[in-house]
């Protein structure tokens, strides 16, 4: 799956991943009007104004990116019902080829990180049936229960063909509380990124390994350490956008190929119909207006890759 | 819900918590056949399978014990069919005036983790309707992004007179790998014990925050530690039993006034009837076999505390 998201950017020339991360703030009226219309001011209402809302915004981009990221908390807020809208983004997603990085920061114990695979990434067999319970290509991954919480994903993807993206250094203000914190004089983000590549070197795709890391595009000086710590992980980036990042500040996420990282982009894109540069599509042109700025990030992302 | 804790605690005896973690290979044979032979070998049936088996342990144990610990991984191994168990389950245990400590070890940016504390310990307000998504009263959290990570949740649980135990030195053989590692002298796990402290003290009970942390029974001598340095917080205790700590072992993760920690055991309780010692029950007396295990570790742990 590696390969497949490395072939998809190659094709798409566009290293980039739209977030999808439905907030009830960000819907169009006349998404939710409908949908309550149907189902009433309840949970199922909102699921199905979460889809429909998803729906729009991958139909009107899927051709120019290669991947999307769905945030499970977005729809887990919503309950079962949620859960659901979660699934059939990530199915539809899938159904035009693009690659599904389930956004889940799951990680426990051995036994319990074994269960978390199956479900996201795995198979479950139930007596003489198989069946895919969710059916993300990536997931991410939390680091902090060490090499035991980590090693059950690796394992379930080796045999799926899948992989996971594993917190390094968070894009989120306070992520320097624990993870800058020195141990032998090197932060701990480090030492997690040193055993991301031991991890990733048990499941190597053609040119990057199946491990990822997740660094932010708030921390671009630590990003371009990172890159050169692990040459062969691929790097998402969430951050841009909405969070502060610009491309200029992400070019040394990337190899020198212009490849080995992913930047993410949720509210940015999802919602562009709410900013003053997209805000003549309106409400109704919101997916629109996500293509549109999905076509902008690419450009201001390639542009700077190439003038660095 | 701290105080309801420490009340259900002191009215029982018993400083223990049963683990909901229902493994397919764990339920009795009887259960699952009458399951299948109605939903068929599908997700459906092995959910149904799931909640008869954790409807019989909790009525078989609700009058011994205090609280119950649904480890969510193992009902999400199974898709949506998987987490509706789950939420029943939670229900279940909340009519039979247990609490629920929701073992999902969520964790996110600031925005995604309110959206994770909507759904499993608050309300999400849909138009002029309220909905409860899942309903924990407590959930354990993942502290790798730091405060804007956590805060979420202590917000929400202020609101909703719920709580958090946050994950600090964990009962998994890899916990060390960067929990132990030294920062300016002391383990990390001090340091998250610390900041443990800070945002429990937002958020206080009568004699103990609504914010605990989770320490592994496999650790004793660390848990003496993190009950000095974390006075006021509530310990959940993981790894007792089929993990390896036994009730000797775990009197230091009390306070002098013989609270202040809760004892988890999964495996020992749910599948007792697989050991020697409960055999005897046989599968179809799975739920009688628990309520023996329960007895005999309230008896363990309680010899131990009144011994040291």
Same mark, same amino acid.
């Given at each position: 799956?590696?390969? %497949?998201?490395?072939?998809?950017?190659?094709?798409?020339?566009?290293?980039?991943?739209?977030?999808? =991360?439905?907030?009830? @703030?960000y819907?169009?009226?006349?998404?939710?009007?409908?949908?309550?219309?149907?189902?009433? #001011?309840?949970?199922?209402?909102?699921?199905? &104004?979460?889809?429909?809302?998803? !729906?729009?915004?991958?139909?009107? +981009?899927?051709?120019?990116?290669?991947a999307?990221?769905?945030?499970? &908390?977005?729809?887990e807020?919503?309950?079962?019902? /949620?859960? !659901?809208?979660?699934?059939? %983004?990530?199915?539809?997603?899938?159904?035009?080829?693009?690659?599904?990085?389930?956004?889940?920061?799951?990680g426990?114990?051995?036994? +319990?990180?074994? &269960?978390?695979a199956? /479900?996201?990434?795995?198979?479950?067999?139930?007596? @003489?049936? +198989?069946f895919?319970?969710?059916?993300?290509?990536?997931?991410?991954?939390?680091?902090?229960?060490?090499? =035991?919480?980590?090693?059950?994903?690796?394992?379930?993807?080796?045999?799926?063909?899948? /992989? $996971?993206?594993?917190?390094? !250094?968070?894009?989120?203000?306070?992520s320097? #509380?624990?993870?800058?914190?020195?141990?032998?004089?090197?932060p701990?983000?480090?030492?997690?990124? #040193?055993?991301?590549?031991?991890?990733?070197? #048990?499941? *190597? /795709?053609?040119?990057?390994?199946?491990?990822?890391?997740?660094?932010? &595009? %708030?921390?671009?000086? *630590?990003?371009?350490?990172?890159?050169?710590?692990?040459?062969? +992980?691929?790097?998402?980036?969430?951050?841009?956008?909405?969070?502060?990042?610009?491309?200029?500040?992400?070019?040394?996420?990337?190899?020198e190929?212009?490849?080995?990282?992913?930047?993410?982009?949720?509210?940015?894109?999802?919602?562009?119909y709410?900013?003053?540069?997209?805000?003549?599509?309106?409400?109704?042109?919101?997916?629109?207006?996500?293509?549109?700025?999905?076509?902008?990030? $690419?450009?201001?992302?390639?542009?700077?890759?190439?003038?660095?």
């Open positions: 799956m590696i390969n %497949t998201l490395v072939d998809n950017i190659k094709k798409t020339n566009a290293p980039i991943v739209v977030g999808l =991360d439905p907030m009830l @703030n819907m169009p009226e006349h998404i939710v009007k409908k949908a309550f219309a149907e189902y009433g #001011e309840t949970l199922e209402g909102v699921a199905e &104004a979460v889809w429909q809302y998803n !729906k729009g915004i991958i139909d009107a +981009t899927y051709d120019l990116i290669p999307v990221k769905p945030q499970i &908390a977005m729809y807020q919503f309950g079962i019902e /949620g859960l !659901k809208a979660y699934k059939r %983004t990530c199915d539809y997603a899938k159904e035009k080829d693009l690659v599904v990085i389930g956004d889940i920061k799951r426990d114990i051995g036994s +319990t990180s074994a &269960a978390y199956t /479900g996201h990434v795995g198979k479950v067999k139930i007596g @003489n049936n +198989t895919v319970p969710f059916n993300e290509d990536f997931v991410t991954v939390n680091p902090y229960l060490g090499t =035991d919480g980590v090693k059950p994903f690796v394992d379930v993807c080796k045999e799926e063909n899948k /992989g $996971i993206f594993v917190l390094v !250094k968070t894009s989120n203000p306070s320097g #509380e624990f993870q800058d914190r020195l141990i032998d004089g090197r701990l983000y480090e030492w997690v990124g #040193e055993k991301v590549v031991e991890w990733g070197s #048990e499941h *190597m /795709g053609n040119d990057y390994s199946y491990v990822g890391a997740v660094v932010g &595009a %708030t921390y671009p000086e *630590m990003g371009k350490i990172l890159r050169k710590q692990m040459p062969k +992980t691929f790097i998402l980036v969430p951050g841009y956008g909405a969070q502060g990042g610009k491309g200029k500040d992400l070019v040394h996420f990337f190899n190929d212009g490849l080995g990282a992913i930047i993410n982009s949720s509210r940015g894109i999802i919602a562009a709410k900013q003053e540069a997209y805000a003549k599509f309106g409400a109704e042109g919101y997916a629109d207006a996500s293509r549109a700025a999905v076509k902008d990030m $690419i450009l201001d992302i390639s542009q700077a890759i190439e003038s660095r």
